[in-house]
C-alpha cells in the first residue's frame, strides 16, 4: 500500500445515489480502519489535536484503533467530544485536523474523521454508551437549545455531576443535525437519535415544544423554577434574502423552509404528510454546505440543479467533499454568477434567474476578493425553483425577552470568549447564537467552553 | 401531556378543543397562536388560541378541518393527545400595550370572519375583562356555521351578524355590514379583522376608505413558527415581513394580500394529491389540468 495516500472510503455510486437518501459515504470497515490507522505518524506534538476546535486527542485514540480496541480509542475521543458519529460526518476536516496533519505536507492527511466516525459507529453497534456520573452535585443547569453546542455543553454539565434540562423549541431534539443537515449525508435514527440518547443516558432531560423569550422565559427558568445558570444554544435561526425582484415570487424558498420540510418533517418520503415542491429544474443561491444540502436534496427529489455562486471555487466555503459529491451527482456550478431578478409566470410561480457574471476585485473586509458584475453579462437560467442558501442571522427571540442581555451589531449575544459568559450574571451562551452560521464543531466547542465556565461561576458562589 | 379534555362541535364542520398545554397557557395573550401536531408524522399546524385558563394550564382552540392533517385532528377524541403543542407564538395584540384608560375611550370594532371569530374572542373577552367593550361584526355564510354566538354577547358591546344567504343578521357580507353601520352614523377609532384573506382583503380596503385604521392577523404558509424557514414572509408597506415573528397582526391598510393569497395557495396541489391519495388511493395523476 502506497503510504502517502488514504485509504480510499467507499461510497455509493453517484448514478445510484442521486435517486436516494441513502447515506453517501459507507465509512471504513474494520480492515481498512486499521489500514488508515497505521499510516498515522503519531507525531510527539501532534498539530491535528491543535486543529480540533475540541481538541480530541487525535493520536491516542488511533493508538486504541491500531491495538484494535475500539472500546478503548470511543473512551479517549469522549473525554473531548459528546457526538463523535455526527462529527466524523460533518466536521470540515481539511481546514481542522486534516489540515494540520504532517501526513498532508507530502501525501494525503490521514483520515481522521473518517476513523473517528468508524470507532463511533462500531462502539454504537457494540452497545456502548457513555457513562452517567457517579455522584450529582444538587445544581440546576437550563440549557435553550437541543442542537449541537447545547447537547456539547449539558454532556460536560452532566458528567461533572450537574442536573441539566435542555429545552427544545422544535419537536425533536437535534437542531441543525436533524431539520437542516440531510439523512443522505447524517442519518437521523441511525446517528443523530443514537448520540441524542447518548447525551440522555448522562441523565438529560430534554423537552421539546418549550420556546425560550415565549413559553417561558431566563428570568422564571432562574427565578421559579430554580435553575442556577443558563447556557443559550438557540442558534442562527432568521434566514436571510437577496431583496432582489421578484424573490417573494411562489416557488422561491429559503434553503431552511426547503431543508426543514425534508429533513424535520420527512417531506423526502412518499408517505410524509408534510409538502414539499417537486421542482423540474431548481437554483440554489449559494456556496455553503446549506446550499450544497439543499441542492442535492432537489437533485433526489427529482430536479435538474444549478448552483449559482457569486465568488470562484476556491472561495466556496462548503466542505470540499461536498462540493466533490455534489459535482459527482450531476449538479452544475455557475460560479462568479450572481442572481439580479427571479422571474415569474403568468400565474405568479417562478419561471427563471436573471443572472449576470462577476469577477473578483479587491480583497473585501473577511479578507476574500470582492465579486463585482462584469457589465452586459447578463443571462438567464430556466427554472421553477429558487431557493436561497445565504446564511442565517441569529435569533433575536431571546436577546428582546431577556433584560441585560447585550448584542453586536449583527444580533448575534455577546460573550466572554474565555468562558462564554454574557453580560448577564449565570447566563452564559455559543454557538451560532454567539457567531452566526457556523460550523457543528465549533458550536460544539463553544458549548464546552460554557460548560467550564457555568462550572468555575457555580463553584465560585458555594 | 397535551391531553384534549373537551371536543364539541361548535357547526357542522367546526370543532372546539380544551387543551392541556400548561406551558402555553401559562403566558398566551390574545393575538398569539401555537402550533399543533396530531402525532409523530404528523404535519405543524398553526392554529390561533381561542382561549386559555392560566390556572388550569389549558387552552382553547378552534378550527375547521380544510385538508389531510385537519381531518385528522378532526378525529381526535377526549383523552385523546397531540403530540405536540407548542406556544404561544407571534407578537400579542398591539391593544394589550395600550393603557387601559385609553382603551376606554376608545371606540373598537372587530370583524370576524367564520373560524376567525376564535382569535376574535380571545382578544374581546381580554378587553372585557379591562372592562372594555367594543362591537363586533360576525360574518358567516349562513346561520348555521355562525360560531360561539353565545360567548361573543357576553364580551361584545353590540353584536352585528352578517350571512352571505342573509339566515341571520344582517344580509350580506361584512363590507355589507360595515357600510350600513357607518351609514347609520356608528364611528369607530380602530378596526381589527380576522378572518379568511379574501374577507380581510376588502374589509380593509372598505376601512380605508372610511379612514378607520385597522390590523389584520395574517394566516399564513408556516412550517417551525419561529422565524427560522421564512415561509410565512409577506409583504406589508413594501416590505418582507415574517408573519410568525414580526406579526401574526400587522396594518391592513398596508399588507400586500393579493400576493399574500397567492403564496398561501403554493402547496395546495401538492398538499391536495397528498390528501386525496390517502381518501382515494391512487386515483388523482394530475394531467386534467384544472389544478396547474
Redesign the interface.
Known amino acids: 500500500m502506497d503510504g502517502m495516500k488514504k485509504v480510499p472510503v467507499r461510497e455509493q455510486d453517484p448514478k445510484v445515489r442521486a435517486h436516494n437518501f441513502d447515506e453517501v459515504c459507507l465509512g471504513y470497515n474494520r480492515e481498512e480502519a486499521m489500514a488508515e490507522a497505521e499510516r498515522c505518524l503519531q507525531c510527539k506534538n501532534p498539530l491535528c489535536q491543535q486543529g480540533c476546535p475540541v481538541s480530541i486527542n487525535i493520536p491516542g485514540f488511533i493508538r486504541k484503533l491500531r491495538e484494535d480496541d475500539v472500546p478503548g480509542a470511543y473512551e479517549v475521543i469522549s473525554e473531548s467530544s459528546t457526538l463523535p458519529a455526527v462529527c466524523g460526518r460533518v466536521c470540515p476536516q481539511e481546514t481542522q485536523c486534516e489540515g494540520r496533519c504532517v501526513r498532508g505536507i507530502r501525501g494525503e492527511a490521514v483520515s481522521i474523521g473518517k476513523l473517528e466516525r468508524y470507532v463511533a459507529d462500531t462502539a454504537a453497534e457494540m452497545g456502548i454508551h457513555p457513562q452517567p456520573a457517579k455522584t450529582r452535585n444538587g445544581k440546576k443547569v437550563a440549557v435553550i437549545g437541543a442542537g449541537p453546542s447545547g447537547l456539547a455543553c449539558a454532556s460536560d454539565l452532566a458528567r461533572l455531576g450537574y442536573d441539566v434540562t435542555i429545552f427544545d423549541a422544535l419537536h425533536k431534539a437535534g437542531g441543525v443535525l436533524s431539520y437542516g443537515i440531510p439523512e443522505f449525508r447524517l442519518p437521523k435514527e441511525r446517528v443523530v437519535d443514537r448520540e441524542i440518547d447518548n447525551v440522555r443516558a448522562l441523565g438529560v432531560r430534554i423537552e421539546t415544544d418549550v420556546i425560550i423569550g415565549k413559553s417561558v422565559t431566563i428570568d422564571e427558568l432562574m427565578d421559579r423554577e430554580g435553575y442556577d445558570a443558563v447556557f443559550i444554544g438557540s442558534g442562527a435561526g432568521l434566514p436571510k434574502f437577496m431583496h432582489i425582484p421578484g424573490e417573494q415570487a411562489m416557488g422561491v424558498f429559503s434553503a431552511n423552509e426547503y431543508l426543514t420540510r425534508s429533513n424535520l418533517m420527512h417531506a423526502y418520503r412518499e408517505d410524509a404528510r408534510t409538502p414539499i415542491y417537486h421542482a423540474k429544474k431548481a437554483v440554489v443561491v449559494g456556496g455553503g454546505n446549506v446550499a450544497m444540502d439543499a441542492a442535492r436534496t432537489a437533485l433526489r427529489l427529482g430536479a435538474d440543479v444549478t448552483i449559482v455562486y457569486r465568488r470562484s471555487e476556491a472561495e466556496l466555503p462548503a466542505r470540499k467533499e461536498e462540493v466533490h459529491h455534489a459535482k459527482e451527482e450531476g449538479i452544475r456550478f455557475e460560479l462568479l454568477t450572481n442572481p439580479e431578478e427571479i422571474l415569474t409566470d403568468e400565474n405568479g410561480w417562478v419561471s427563471g434567474v436573471r443572472c449576470i457574471r462577476m469577477e473578483l476585485g479587491e480583497p473585501d473586509a473577511s479578507g476574500r476578493r470582492r465579486p463585482v458584475p462584469i457589465e452586459g453579462s447578463e443571462f438567464m437560467i430556466d427554472c421553477d425553483a429558487v431557493i436561497m442558501a445565504l446564511g442565517t442571522s441569529p435569533n433575536p427571540l431571546i436577546s428582546s425577552t431577556t433584560d441585560g442581555l447585550a448584542t453586536t451589531t449583527k444580533g448575534g449575544l455577546v460573550v466572554n470568549e474565555e468562558n462564554g459568559e454574557t453580560t448577564r450574571p449565570g447566563v452564559f451562551a455559543g454557538g451560532d447564537a454567539v457567531t452566526g452560521a457556523a460550523t457543528v464543531i465549533l458550536a460544539m466547542g463553544a458549548g464546552r467552553k460554557a460548560a467550564r465556565g457555568i462550572d468555575e461561576y457555580l463553584r465560585s458562589r458555594d | 401531556m397535551f391531553k384534549i379534555l373537551k371536543k364539541e362541535k361548535l357547526s357542522a364542520n367546526i370543532y372546539r378543543m380544551v387543551v392541556e398545554a400548561p406551558?402555553?397557557a401559562?403566558?398566551a395573550m390574545p393575538g398569539q397562536f401555537l402550533i399543533v401536531?396530531t402525532d409523530a408524522?404528523?404535519?405543524?399546524i398553526p392554529l390561533t388560541i381561542c382561549d386559555d385558563d392560566k390556572e388550569k394550564g389549558t387552552v382553547t382552540i378552534v378550527f375547521q378541518p380544510v385538508g389531510?392533517?385537519t381531518a385528522r385532528m378532526a378525529l381526535l377524541k377526549e383523552g385523546d393527545s397531540f403530540?405536540?403543542?407548542?406556544?404561544?407564538?407571534g407578537n400579542p395584540s398591539e391593544l394589550v400595550h395600550v393603557p387601559v384608560e385609553e382603551l376606554r375611550k376608545m371606540k373598537l370594532l372587530f370583524i370576524a370572519g367564520g373560524v376567525g371569530t376564535a382569535p376574535v374572542y380571545h382578544q374581546l373577552k381580554w378587553l372585557h375583562a379591562q372592562g372594555v367593550d367594543a362591537d363586533c361584526i360576525q360574518g358567516a355564510r349562513s346561520r348555521d356555521i355562525l360560531i360561539l354566538e353565545k360567548e361573543m354577547q357576553e364580551v361584545t358591546g353590540h353584536l352585528y351578524f352578517a350571512t352571505d344567504d342573509g339566515s341571520y343578521g344582517i344580509h350580506g357580507n361584512v363590507c355589507v355590514a360595515l357600510q350600513q353601520l357607518y351609514d347609520e352614523g356608528k364611528r369607530y377609532d380602530h378596526c381589527v379583522v380576522i378572518g379568511p384573506m379574501i374577507m380581510m382583503k376588502f374589509a380593509c380596503q372598505l376601512t380605508k376608505k372610511l379612514g378607520i385604521p385597522t390590523t389584520a392577523s395574517m394566516n399564513t404558509l408556516m412550517?417551525?413558527g419561529?422565524?427560522?424557514?421564512?415561509?410565512c414572509?409577506?409583504?406589508v408597506g413594501g416590505e418582507?415581513k415574517?408573519a410568525c415573528?414580526d406579526g401574526p397582526e400587522f396594518d391592513g391598510w398596508k399588507i400586500d394580500f393579493d400576493?399574500a393569497m397567492?403564496?398561501a395557495?403554493?402547496?395546495k396541489t401538492?398538499?391536495g394529491r397528498?390528501y386525496l391519495e390517502e381518501k382515494e388511493g391512487e386515483t388523482h395523476h394530475g394531467g386534467c389540468g384544472l389544478c396547474q
Request: with cysteine; aromatic share 4%.
Open positions: 406551558r402555553v401559562a403566558h401536531r408524522e404528523g404535519e405543524r389531510g392533517e403530540a405536540d403543542v407548542v406556544g404561544p407564538l412550517v417551525d419561529t422565524g427560522m424557514c421564512g415561509a414572509r409577506l409583504l418582507v415574517f415573528v400576493q397567492q403564496r395557495r403554493m402547496y401538492e398538499e397528498l
